[in-house]
């Protein structure tokens, strides 16, 4: 069984700083995994996607993230956090069997002090 | 371009009364999606189908029904409301393809009181 483990419930950095948002995922084979976005009562966008191309993944507004496959990691980083990046961050994997699901961490989520 | 719609985006419903929740994409996804959303347990699946006139349990099936009469919509049924079925509802739809990203609704706010 495939599953993804963020390991913080709350990241605060000031803006202008970097951002680092982390996640380990246990998975048997090369694992599908995203980085979706949730801003306060919306829905959730996808800011990245690893498919196993390229281990430096980059996505939209300025996120990236890195499959490091010997620590089983998908962190997510950005170099200046912005105001308008305060939201909560989901890492997901989508599963190979039937169902093709995602799974989803419990969430971290971001504070931008100005 | 409207990707996946729900319909209503709130709902407030007594204990034991009955709704459906409609999910419509316009992506020709075979694959849909019922999650639900609570406080600090991220996204957990109710059910999901893999094609028009398919439905399958998730994680958390209890107390809800689905249907998939057409391909393009997903319908989620309450038969008889309960307040542990207060929260945030959404509907994804994706392509069969497991590296493929699912694309989510703006979701569902019920709270049964």
């Known amino acids: 069984a495939q599953s993804v483990t963020q390991l913080d419930s709350h990241v605060s950095v000031s803006e202008g700083t970097p951002v680092l948002l982390r996640c380990n995922y246990s998975?048997?084979?090369?694992?599908?995994l995203f980085w979706y976005v949730q801003h306060p009562n919306k829905g959730l966008q996808l800011l990245l996607k690893y498919t196993s191309a390229a281990t430096l993944v980059k996505g939209i507004n300025g996120f990236e993230a890195e499959f490091k496959k010997s620590e089983t990691s998908f962190h997510l980083t950005k170099p200046s956090a912005h105001m308008s990046d305060a939201a909560e961050y989901f890492c997901v994997v989508r599963s190979d069997t039937g169902r093709r699901a995602l799974t989803f961490g419990s969430g971290t989520r971001l504070q931008v002090q100005p | 371009n409207a990707g996946v719609t729900q319909t209503p985006k709130f709902r407030v419903l007594k204990t034991g009364q009955s709704m459906t929740l409609l999910c419509a994409q316009d992506?020709?996804?075979?694959?849909m999606y019922w999650y639900r959303q609570d406080p600090g347990m991220g996204l957990r699946l109710i059910h999901y189908s893999v094609g028009e006139g398919t439905t399958a349990k998730g994680e958390v099936p209890d107390g809800y029904n689905v249907s998939r009469l057409k391909k393009q919509n997903f319908l989620l049924g309450l038969e008889s409301a309960a307040p542990s079925q207060t929260s945030v509802y959404f509907c994804?739809?994706?392509?069969?393809?497991?590296?493929?990203?699912?694309?989510f609704g703006n979701g569902t706010r019920l709270t049964v009181t």
């Open positions: 998975s048997s084979y090369s694992p599908s």
């Open positions: 992506m020709n996804h075979e694959y």
């Open positions: 994804a739809s994706g392509m069969s393809s497991y590296n493929s990203p699912l694309h």
